[in-house]
């Protein structure tokens, strides 16, 4: 630790230094994201670079995993450190996994929406690819029988329960073709494309409002190949968004290793 490291930073100090305001910073403080600030004999509070730091890892830590698990994350390993219950080491190796699980989660989250959007183009090569095999003087009615799927066998082959297509049915999305009068429900090959996208964009963590505009763009332009494209751009900004969550995760971890190194030499660790 630099002799500049040991200098006492005022509120307002941290405050420039962080980009945070000065009443931030006492929340943060407050609320554990932060270590305890030690007092001056004035009274006020003396802050280090430690502090400013740990400002920098919480806000790469909320632009990563979100503001309620930084601070979560934040007090737990701050608590964890000033504690007794564990050696230097062991708690080291506590804040690195918690650290290590929000890695895994974005590296789980963009394997979903790579997969999601491998699905969609799919979509989109069968609905610009004739089928050889079909009889041109055929009806070429989505309708027909052997065209339609029951709720059970469309459920089985997205691999979701059917509650939950009953549930898309509810919303708007994924609509069956037919219910009869005994309620089975019959999609033809309309209904199954837009609930294969539902399941595609679900699957990748998009809530139902924003798969509802993709389904209502893709009833507007009458195909499952425009929808799949709409869908495929919202997949190609979350993954986007899912790079810069990592990058600034990668950047909060450097800070946080370098106060957590600061906390326990301080406690004697």
Do not use: C, K
Not at 131 to 144: E, I, K, N, V, Y
Not at 228 to 245: K, S, T, Y
């Amino acid at each position: 630790m630099t002799r500049e490291d040991r200098s006492p930073l005022r509120t307002a100090d941290v405050a420039r230094e962080s980009g945070y305001s000065v009443q931030q910073v006492r929340d943060l403080e407050r609320l554990g994201v932060l270590p305890p600030a030690r007092r001056a004999a004035n009274g006020y509070r003396a802050y280090t670079a430690a502090h400013v730091r740990a400002l920098r890892a919480y806000r790469g830590l909320a632009s990563a995993a979100g503001p309620v698990d930084a601070r979560r994350l934040l007090a737990t390993t701050f608590d964890a450190a000033q504690g007794d219950a564990a050696e230097p080491g062991a708690r080291l190796a506590d804040a690195a996994a918690a650290i290590g699980a929000v890695h895994v989660r974005l590296a789980r989250e963009r394997d979903e929406a790579l997969r999601a959007r491998e699905a969609l183009r799919a979509i989109q090569a069968e609905a610009a690819t004739p089928d050889a095999d079909a009889d041109p003087a055929a009806d070429p009615s989505p309708g027909r029988a052997d065209d339609t799927m029951t709720i059970t066998e469309l459920a089985a082959a997205l691999g979701v329960r059917t509650s939950t297509l009953r549930f898309w049915e509810q919303e708007g999305l994924a609509v069956p073709d037919r219910v009869t009068t005994l309620r089975a429900r019959q999609y033809g090959t309309g209904a199954i494309q837009e609930a294969r996208i539902v399941a595609a964009l679900r699957s990748s963590g998009y809530g139902i409002p924003a798969v509802r505009d993709v389904v209502a763009t893709l009833r507007q332009v009458g195909g499952a190949a425009e929808g799949a494209v709409r869908a495929e751009q919202i997949l190609d900004r979350r993954l986007d968004q899912i790079a810069a969550r990592t990058v600034a995760l990668l950047r909060a971890g450097a800070d946080l290793a370098a106060v957590l190194d600061e906390v326990w030499q301080q406690e004697g660790g």
